[in-house]
């Protein structure tokens, strides 16, 4: 089956700009979406489709994709956006399956 | 306000059966653009889809939990269920219900809920 791999652990320094990468085979026919978890709670989605953040969400979280990679770029990173971020995306098994990356915890110095 | 609220039993006995239930507030579970789903996590780990559920009933299960896997609709109460049958310490998690958007190319959930822990203990 397909899988989303994701780098452990990334550090960007404040107000400096990071990319947070997702790799996978199926990242080539579908869109990977991004989603930020603090703890103790929920998920919540950044990005979702070709580049689309739903309301509410900054636009200095941004997504893109090139070959089987998918980025969520964050510019101008803030004390608050140290979190764990999550990729995920269709499974090549059907319409319907669901994979997760393993997830990034984002430290901003 | 849109919101989906966990709700069941915080403890379950090892060979169990784990169950919980979403309430959906503020949209219809009836909505033929979203699927209904269960999501865990691990203490310390990664976010793992259970599996997702249609309005209708047509449901979908991660292949590695299907074998004990079951959702369910009821659209009388606005409301989705999981049931994971003979639990182990590894099913011990923190599940959340979560709203799917439909789409071809992607797949995102838009709405969570909080989160209910369950922790498989004798």
């Known amino acids: 089956s397909s899988e989303l791999t994701q780098d452990p652990a990334v550090s960007v320094a404040l107000g400096q700009t990071v990319r947070i990468t997702c790799q996978g085979d199926?990242?080539?026919?579908?869109?990977a979406s991004w989603y930020q978890q603090k703890p103790g709670q929920a998920p919540l989605l950044l990005i979702y489709?070709?580049?689309n953040r739903p309301s509410g969400i900054p636009d200095r979280f941004s997504g893109s994709r090139s070959g089987n990679t998918a980025s969520l770029n964050i510019t101008g990173a803030q004390a608050e956006d140290e979190a764990d971020y999550y990729c995920n995306s269709r499974d090549n098994n059907g319409n319907h399956y669901v994979l997760f990356g393993g997830g990034t915890k984002l430290t901003v110095l | 306000q849109l919101q989906l609220q966990e709700s069941g039993p915080g403890l379950v006995k090892p060979s169990e059966t784990l169950s919980l239930t979403c309430t959906v507030s503020?949209?219809?579970?009836?909505?033929?653009?979203?699927?209904w789903a269960w999501i865990r996590q691990s203490p310390g780990e990664a976010l793992e889809w259970i599996g997702s559920v249609f309005y209708g009933g047509n449901a979908y299960y991660n292949p590695s939990l299907k074998s004990r896997v079951t959702l369910s609709v009821d659209t009388s109460k606005n409301q989705f269920s999981l049931w994971l049958s003979s639990v182990t310490a590894a099913d011990t998690a923190v599940y959340f219900c979560?709203?799917?958007?439909?789409?071809?190319?992607?797949?995102?959930?838009?709405?969570w809920g909080q989160g209910s822990l369950v922790t498989v203990s004798s």
């Open positions: 489709g070709q580049n």
């Open positions: 199926i990242l080539r026919t579908y869109y």
């Open positions: 503020g949209a219809s579970i009836s909505s033929t653009s979203h699927y």
């Open positions: 979560a709203r799917r958007a439909y789409s071809g190319t992607y797949v995102s959930f838009d709405l």
